[in-house]
């Protein structure tokens, strides 16, 4: 499966922006759906994971309250809505999928399919 993560742009702080991650070549259906963001100097952190229905979802502290994910399989994309974001969020977003043998999962070494991100600046 291909994935293209889109959406990202340069926002105030307390702005919302929503991201897309589009697959193309298999089913997103037969994936769980993991969004990370990454900046320099930062390890990589999943902020959203959803299971190939939707049916479970997995947000961290930091982002709970804030940000939703949902996915229409129909169309084979994925969605990461942000709300009231932060400047320390200014950060390289990714999509990334797996077929999720061992379940959902924020750790970003069981994801083996990433797009190639897009960069959200959030400005104070």
């Known amino acids: 499966v291909q994935l293209q993560a889109s959406g990202g742009g340069l926002v105030q702080a307390g702005e919302s922006l929503r991201l897309s991650c589009e697959a193309s070549g298999r089913p997103l259906v037969s994936y769980i759906v993991g969004w990370f963001r990454q900046s320099p100097g930062k390890e990589r952190e999943c902020v959203a994971a959803?299971?190939?229905?939707?049916?479970?979802?997995y947000f961290p502290d930091s982002v709970k309250g804030r940000f939703t994910v949902s996915r229409d399989n129909d169309k084979n994309t994925a969605y990461l809505q942000m709300n009231n974001l932060k400047p320390e969020e200014t950060a390289v977003y990714y999509c990334?999928?797996?077929?999720?043998?061992?379940?959902?999962?924020?750790?970003?070494?069981?994801?083996?399919?990433w797009g190639q991100g897009t960069q959200v600046t959030v400005s104070s």
């Open positions: 959803i299971s190939w229905t939707g049916a479970i979802t």
């Open positions: 990334a999928a797996d077929v999720g043998p061992r379940g959902l999962t924020a750790a970003p070494a069981q994801y083996k399919y």
